[in-house]
């Protein structure tokens, strides 16, 4: 089973099967830093603390510390020419609220999916991009955005230094991902050259404005740049498949096929894997049609 | 730390992990209501700093220095804020509980979010209005009548707790200042789904820092009964104890403890080992039919399981005529299964009690309760306390659906309250409601149907399984229930029907709106379609050909003469209606495009107003000093809108405005004895209890004023605030005074029973369209045609209407409780298992039906369960229609109905 939507910045990712009013009663201590460097020995039962939606919309009864992000003072979004740059603690009404400059074309995709969210707009008053990301869950739009416009998170171990990955790299499967304990996610980076890009947007819901079963985003750079196919929600992590040009009908059901077994199609309340499968081929054509001239 | 609540200073500090829902409230503003805890319903919504945000998931520490405004701090010097004013015209709300939250997003919104409502508000959920008032509340609707004396039957008098629902001020049970020593109750539940208890050992529970005590099957009277709340106990099997040494499904309670703190008794839930014995289980009940089946109740006759041995609660067979030779009269014969699921209520508030010793030496209970009199009588049976030193009260409840007809909040506490001498508080989470309360029972209908050519029903059978769960509750009665009206509302001669109750190892079925009917609706109501098409009839002729007339007998197939009878009829007026709107092609047109079909479907339904067990009530009718009027009554309010239509009932006997009576309703010490308000009673029993105390109490106060004046009481009537005497006009307030000096009570008791009992009808028509590649559903016109006799508040009448429709709208398209295999609810969530939001729930019209009921209270009738049943079939009927497809098993989600739309 998966969770709403997240905006907690976890290292470790739980199911509890336990009850209990959302006072998250195992919790003994806040912690508030001013920078991310003052939590040097991480323990289990430490966790950080972004927009708080997630965490608390659970109990975490192996959870005793919480390590309040908002403390940081990390600026939300800075836009440059070479792309724009979010804080993971940019709550989601930041990034909803960012224009992007008229030439990033693609940049109209942070709005489709932000809406993508089962939540609504109140949550995200307090739910962060960084929040949604590492809750890691197959609706995630957050991931969807990041994937789709070739980001590059930035990741911050407890010891060693900062790195970086691909966001297509980051989620490993449905709520889990490649952070070590005690990581944290500290920012995204979105490329110039990704936004600048033309889009497709496909979504479907079980219920009307509910929980994705499958998001597809196309993007195509110009003059003559090939399709890239993000496929997310409707697979248990985020799968892209990059062409050279337009693929032929037959060719990107092939592409999907070898990139896609039955088995990474998710089986949740949300939808089955036979009909986000059909959804995928169905919504990956109309993005191929409509990206291809 | 400090911060600002609605403009008041305050310095608190927070637990480490308090959210500010919580904190908010220990402060005392209880207008921030619990929903579901995982910000999913937006009940506790406020805003910090301006912002609107989910204080469930806002950690309260971080509201350090902010600014908070709650429901209670949005009307500024006196005046009501905008959004609260539209509210309040348009009554938009029922139970009222999601109001606080509701509008407090619906100020925030800015005049763009305002354009598109079902996203603004998709954060918000309401089970009872099926948001319709909420739409017009932003519309600037007004849905008040003028509260003119005398006039308030047909008049959309407003519901007496408005304001103070508007304004955060109405309480709900637990909205009331903790009281000394108050502990807190939590329970450990079963995750097994059957298994013996060979040993608990409480040693490190009790260890946990302010845990009091724990409590498990050795602490409890070993007496056996039924949760289910009905006036006769004898027709629900005694098959539970308070806790068992047997756990039969996945979240049965197991132990309880109670401690100084909710979160010490959290800890002490989890410190507590319990050594289990698996055994096998078992969750289909046809399987659990089967020989060498695991046998869940092995229990003697005492507790009245009919086969327990084969797990069978309850078996029911009858028939009419002869379906051999109906069939073998019929020209075209059809035969299908059809898969009625469960559905959890989700009434916002949360089933909770509050139990405590007064100083009277008596035991206390404020509850959240259909029936606070029959959970009286269980409590004192429990725990052999004597019926003088109980009392049990409910003030506002935030919606049922038949969820609170069980007692299921009230013993433990009680039981802890008893042991320890101290109050205690238990409220049942979110996730417990799915997991240990109860669901409508899942039922699978065989049905076959015969008919002749020209659409003449020639014979009716079927067989009714239904998933009772690991207790019996209320499988009997709605299995009779199911077996009656679904097949009555058709004339044939020949009908023919068994029905089975059975155990399986899940949790229990309840009573859910209406009460084991629905679910056998959906499969005649689908089939009476398909054997329309095989003689290519269309289905209204269909069901013209056949439903009952007014002088129609109304017999299904259990035998024996019936106090049922047909107190008024509109059944035929609802069908026209809705052939009608049907034809009219009002709604939203087809979205564009060829992968997008279109279809229309009607379904209807007939239930009884009152149910076939013993039902009464009573009210007190009494003239105030002031001269108004005030009357007690055992009913509950539970967002049914009741008590504004016993107010509207004393002021059209009395002639005065509703704003001049009082009331006091669902409280053992203070009301008289009423049975419960389920099975549509409320209409039928209390409030012709209270006209007949009204009427009464103006036979009385006529009749004293005719003495006093010395004038023939002929001459006399009463007149707002006045009785008129011939000529003369003597004030109620000078005749309360007479009365008083002359040592006369001028005040009336009346009973009422439910018996003889009517019927009433109701007629679902539906246009949608579906994308035949996605499967996506869009319901573009929906329409119910209601008979409910006079209309008693048309405004009240409208919300129930589309509260039920919307209801089975989420049955029929979306809600799904599902099951891993060791019988454990995999969504207990209502980000999980979603219900209609906003954004789900169509406009839907509303027809009244022009009659007038002999039986009811001033010629009406209840309707408000039978709202929900014909909605799927409709909606089955309309997506044939659309496709082709004739699907069995409800819900109709895309992922279930795809693949064949595909193939065809």
Redesign the interface.
């Known amino acids: 089973m998966s969770k709403n939507v997240g905006t907690v910045v976890m290292t470790r990712l739980r199911r509890v099967l336990d009850k209990g009013p959302m006072n998250l009663n195992t919790i003994t201590e806040i912690k508030q830093p001013r920078s991310a460097d003052e939590i040097r020995h991480w323990r289990d039962g430490y966790a950080w603390l972004a927009g708080g939606t997630w965490l608390f919309s659970e109990p975490q009864i192996h959870t005793d510390t919480l390590i309040d992000l908002g403390t940081l003072g990390w600026q939300a979004i800075a836009a440059g020419k070479d792309g724009i740059e979010l804080a993971a603690t940019c709550r989601i009404a930041e990034l909803y609220a960012l224009q992007p400059s008229p030439e990033w074309i693609a940049g109209s995709l942070i709005g489709e999916c932000c809406r993508a969210f089962l939540s609504s707009f109140k949550i995200w008053n307090e739910a962060t991009i960084g929040g949604n990301i590492v809750m890691s869950l197959p609706a995630g739009p957050m991931i969807s955005l990041t994937v789709a416009l070739e980001g590059t998170y930035t990741l911050l171990p407890r010891d060693g230094l900062p790195r970086e990955v691909r966001a297509a790299d980051f989620v490993t499967g449905n709520h889990t991902n490649i952070l070590q304990s005690g990581e944290l996610l500290r920012s995204i980076h979105l490329p110039a050259a990704a936004l600048a890009k033309s889009f497709a947007f496909r979504r479907s819901e079980l219920t009307h404005l509910g929980r994705s079963s499958v998001l597809l985003i196309g993007t195509r750079g110009k003059p003559d740049g090939g399709l890239m196919l993000t496929i997310t929600a409707g697979t248990v992590k985020p799968v892209q498949l990059a062409f050279d040009g337009t693929p032929s009908s037959e060719q990107l059901r092939n592409a999907i096929d070898s990139a896609i077994p039955d088995s990474l199609y998710l089986d949740d309340v949300h939808g089955s894997p036979a009909h986000r499968r059909h959804l995928t081929y169905h919504y990956a054509e109309q993005i191929r049609r409509e990206l291809g001239a | 730390m400090k911060l600002q609540v609605n403009g008041k200073s305050f310095a608190a500090t927070p637990?480490?992990?308090?959210?500010l829902?919580?904190f908010l409230r220990d402060l005392g503003w209880y207008g921030v209501k619990?929903g579901c805890?995982?910000?999913?319903c937006?009940a506790c919504?406020v805003w910090?700093d301006e912002?609107?945000?989910?204080s469930?998931?806002?950690?309260a520490?971080?509201a350090e220095g902010k600014e908070i405004t709650t429901i209670e701090g949005l009307a500024k010097n006196g005046e009501l804020h905008p959004m609260q004013q539209a509210f309040l015209d348009a009554q938009s709300f029922q139970c009222g509980y999601c109001a606080a939250g509701m509008i407090m997003?619906a100020a925030a919104l800015s005049d763009e979010?305002k354009q598109d409502l079902?996203?603004?508000?998709?954060?918000?959920l309401c089970r009872c209005t099926g948001y319709g008032s909420i739409r017009d509340a932003f519309a600037g609707v007004k849905n008040i009548a003028p509260d003119d004396a005398g006039a308030s039957v047909g008049a959309s008098v407003p519901n007496p707790f408005a304001e103070g629902i508007v304004t955060g001020h109405a309480r709900y049970t637990s909205d009331i200042p903790p009281m000394d020593g108050l502990l807190h109750l939590?329970v450990l539940?079963s995750?097994h789904a059957h298994a013996n208890i060979l040993s608990i050992d409480r040693s490190e529970a009790m260890a946990v820092p302010g845990v009091v005590d724990v409590f498990t099957w050795e602490d409890v009277p070993r007496r056996l009964y039924s949760t289910a709340i009905h006036e006769d106990n004898r027709v629900d099997p005694d098959d539970t104890y308070m806790l068992d040494n047997v756990a039969r499904f996945v979240g049965q309670r197991i132990a309880a403890v109670v401690a100084e703190?909710?979160?010490?008794a959290?800890?002490g839930c989890?410190r507590l080992k319990v050594g289990y014995e698996i055994l096998p289980a078992v969750f289909d009940p046809t399987e659990a039919m089967e020989p060498g089946a695991p046998v869940l109740h092995d229990k003697g006759g005492d507790s009245r399981i009919l086969h327990p041995n084969k797990n069978v609660f309850l078996e029911l067979h009858g028939e009419v005529g002869s379906v051999a030779q109906g069939f073998a009269a019929a020209d075209a014969i059809y035969e299908e299964t059809y898969d009625a699921p469960r559905q959890q209520h989700v009434h916002l508030e949360t089933m909770q009690s509050i139990t405590w010793r007064g100083e009277d030496g008596r035991l206390h209970v404020r509850t959240s309760v259909q029936g606070p009199f029959i959970v009286k009588g269980k409590l004192c049976y429990l725990f052999g306390i004597l019926p003088a030193d109980l009392h049990v009260f409910t003030e506002r409840v935030g919606g049922g659906f038949g969820g609170k007809q069980d007692m299921m909040s009230e013993d433990l506490p009680l039981l802890a309250t008893i042991k320890t001498g101290r109050p205690v508080m238990w409220?049942f989470?979110r996730?417990?409601q799915f997991?240990g309360a109860t669901t409508r029972h899942p039922m699978k209908t065989r049905v076959k149907l015969g008919a002749k050519k020209d659409g003449t029903l020639t014979a009716m059978q079927f067989r009714i399984v239904s998933n009772t769960g690991a207790y019996g509750n209320h499988g009997g009665e709605t299995l009779a229930n199911g077996m009656s009206g679904p097949w009555a509302v058709y004339r044939c001669p020949n009908k023919k029907g068994d029905g089975y109750a059975v155990y399986t190892n899940l949790q229990c079925g309840g009573g859910f709106r209406g009460y084991g009917t629905g679910q056998p609706t959906f499969a005649v109501e689908s089939a009476l379609d398909e054997l329309a098409a095989l003689l290519n009839v269309d289905p209204i002729e269909m069901r013209r050909k056949n439903m009952i007339g007014p002088d129609d007998e109304v017999e299904s197939v259990l035998e024996g003469a019936s106090d049922l009878t047909m107190g008024s009829y509109g059944l035929d007026q609802c069908v026209d209606a809705i052939e009608k709107a049907l034809a009219s092609r009002r709604g939203i047109p087809k979205p564009e495009g060829e992968d997008w079909l279109e279809g229309s479907g009607v379904a209807l339904s007939m239930l009884d107003c009152v149910p076939p067990t013993e039902q009464r009530s009573g009210s007190e009718v009494t003239l105030r000093p002031d001269g108004g009027y005030h009357f007690t009554v055992g009913s509950v309010e539970i967002g049914n809108g009741l008590v504004t239509a016993q107010q509207q009932v004393v002021a059209q006997v009395m002639g005065c405005p509703t704003a001049r009576v009082t009331f006091l309703n669902a409280d053992t010490d203070k009301t008289p004895y009423d049975s419960g308000t389920f099975a549509s009673v409320g209409m039928m029993v209390p409030t012709k209890a209270v006209e007949n105390a009204s009427v009464a109490l103006r036979e009385k106060l006529l009749a004293f004023a005719a003495r006093t004046t010395g004038t023939k009481v002929e001459q006399c009537r009463l007149e707002d605030d006045a009785v008129l005497c011939g000529d003369r006009r003597v004030l109620l307030t000078e005749l309360y005074s007479a009365a008083r000096a002359q040592g006369e009570e001028l005040t009336c008791f009346r009973k009422a029973y439910g018996s003889p009992r009517t019927v009433a009808f109701m007629v679902y028509g539906v246009r949608l369209a579906v994308h035949r590649?996605?499967?996506?559903i869009r319901i573009l016109f929906s329409i119910e045609a209601v008979d409910a006799g006079v209309v008693m508040n048309p405004n009240q009448l409208r919300g129930q209407v589309i509260g039920g429709v919307v209801q089975g709208i989420g049955w029929a398209?979306?809600e799904?409780m599902?099951y891993d295999d060791a019988g454990?609810v995999?969504?207990p969530?209502l980000?999980?298992?979603?219900i209609?939001?906003f954004?789900?729930a169509p406009i839907t019209e509303v027809f009244f039906a022009d009659t007038f009921d002999a039986i009811g209270p001033l010629g009406s009738k209840s309707i408000a369960e039978n709202t929900i049943n014909p909605v799927a079939p409709a909606i089955g009927n309309a997506l044939k229609a659309a496709t082709g497809v004739r699907f069995t098993a409800l819900p109709f989600?895309?992922?279930?109905i795809?693949?064949k739309l595909?193939e065809t």
């Open positions: 637990a480490p992990g308090q959210c829902r919580v619990k805890d995982g910000g999913d937006g919504t910090v912002k609107p945000v989910h469930c998931l806002y950690p520490f971080r997003t979010q079902p996203r603004a508000l998709k954060g918000n939590k539940r995750p703190t909710e979160g010490a959290e800890e989890r409220e989470t996730e417990e997991t590649v996605s499967g996506e398209l979306q799904k599902v454990a995999i969504n969530t980000r999980n298992y979603r209609p939001t954004a789900d989600t895309e992922d279930r795809f693949s595909t």
